[in-house]
Structures are given as structure tokens and as C-alpha cells.
């Protein structure tokens, strides 16, 4: 394990002590990519608004988790694979989804597929997206403000993600029967 601190909130900088308590109060759990990132109260700070941010969108709640749990995958992150498959399910996207896109096969709901696909591509491309991507996300009723919004979704999964990965971050116990290789069920 690198040299990373997993804090508790009385452990943490005092800076992160009220992040830490509003990720457990939301959570009913302290994830444990939180308590990594409290040693850095502005990267907390950071993710947790941006969350906020994200959250007041117009994508429905279930449709936010879709779109990180897209860009998880893609970025091979463990955790918040698990993490996003737990909030999707738990927000009304249902098992056969949350496995499709886990797995990387086709979507089965076209405006969802068009989202998972959408998020994907700008992730791998890191931008670099067609014409053709857009037109494909336009024609399910999406629009070129619904672009930006998912591009600050991406922006809070590049944080999480990569935090993840350099701490080697392990799941949540609570995380566990939504871990990587599990089939998920309704």
C-alpha cells in the first residue's frame, strides 16, 4: 500500500471533519474513498461540490449514477463500479441495465444506451468525440446543454477514479455484493 492516510473523522484535518460527517449521514457508511481524501480537505471539499453539483442537473438521479457507473467502467475503477452499481439500483435502474453496462454489453433501453455510450466515448476519446456520437445522443431527446452537464459527471469520476486507483482503494464492506465480477439482481 502506498503512503496514504485512511482517516477517520476524528483522525481527520479539521478541514474534513464535516465532509466526513455528511458522507456518513449520506451514505450510512464512510466510504473509504472519502476518508483517503479528507487528508486533502480541498479535494474532499472539491468532489463532494461538484457531487452536489452534478446533482442538481437535469439528469434524473438514476441516470447520474448510470453515467458514472459508464465512466467507471471505463476507467477501470473497482470501487466506484461498485459504488455506482449500489446508487443506480437503489435509484430505480434496474439489474439487467446496471449488468449490461458493468459487462459492456448492449443497453437494452435505447435512451440509457445512448447515454452510457455518450459518456463512454468521451471518456476514452477524453473529448474527441463525431458528429455522429451527438446526433446518436440528440436523437433520445438529449441536447448540446445535457453535453456540458455530463461532462461534469465525467469531471467528478476523473477525480474518484484516479484517487482510487493511486490509494489501491478497497470496497466498502457495505459495497461488497456490488463488487466487480458479481452479477447484480433485483
Known amino acids: 500500500m502506498k503512503e496514504f492516510i485512511k482517516h477517520t473523522i476524528e483522525s481527520a484535518p479539521e478541514?474534513?471533519?464535516k465532509n466526513l460527517e455528511y458522507g456518513q449521514k449520506k451514505y450510512g457508511m464512510l466510504p473509504n474513498l472519502?476518508?483517503?481524501m479528507a487528508g486533502a480537505p480541498a479535494a474532499l471539499d472539491?468532489?463532494?461540490n461538484l457531487s452536489k453539483i452534478f446533482?442538481?442537473?437535469s439528469f434524473s438521479v438514476g441516470e447520474q449514477h448510470v453515467i458514472m457507473l459508464a465512466v467507471s467502467v471505463v476507467?477501470?475503477?473497482d470501487y466506484c463500479t461498485a459504488a455506482h452499481s449500489r446508487a443506480a439500483k437503489a435509484n430505480g435502474i434496474s439489474s439487467t441495465i446496471i449488468n449490461a453496462v458493468r459487462k459492456g454489453k448492449e443497453v437494452p433501453d435505447a435512451r440509457l444506451a445512448a447515454l452510457v455510450a455518450i459518456s463512454q466515448k468521451i471518456t476514452e476519446t477524453r473529448g474527441h468525440i463525431e458528429g455522429e456520437d451527438l446526433s446518436t445522443f440528440y436523437s433520445q431527446g438529449f441536447s448540446p446543454e445535457n453535453v456540458m452537464e455530463l461532462i461534469v459527471g465525467i469531471s467528478i469520476k476523473t477525480i474518484s477514479n484516479y484517487i482510487n486507483h493511486?490509494?489501491?482503494n478497497?470496497?466498502?464492506d457495505e459495497l461488497k455484493p456490488f463488487a466487480v465480477g458479481k452479477e447484480i439482481e433485483d
Open 15 to 17: 478541514a474534513s471533519k
Open 34 to 36: 472519502f476518508r483517503y
Open 46 to 48: 472539491a468532489y463532494i
Open 55 to 57: 446533482n442538481d442537473t
Open 75 to 77: 476507467n477501470n475503477c
Open 166 to 168: 493511486i490509494t489501491e
Open 170 to 172: 478497497i470496497i466498502n
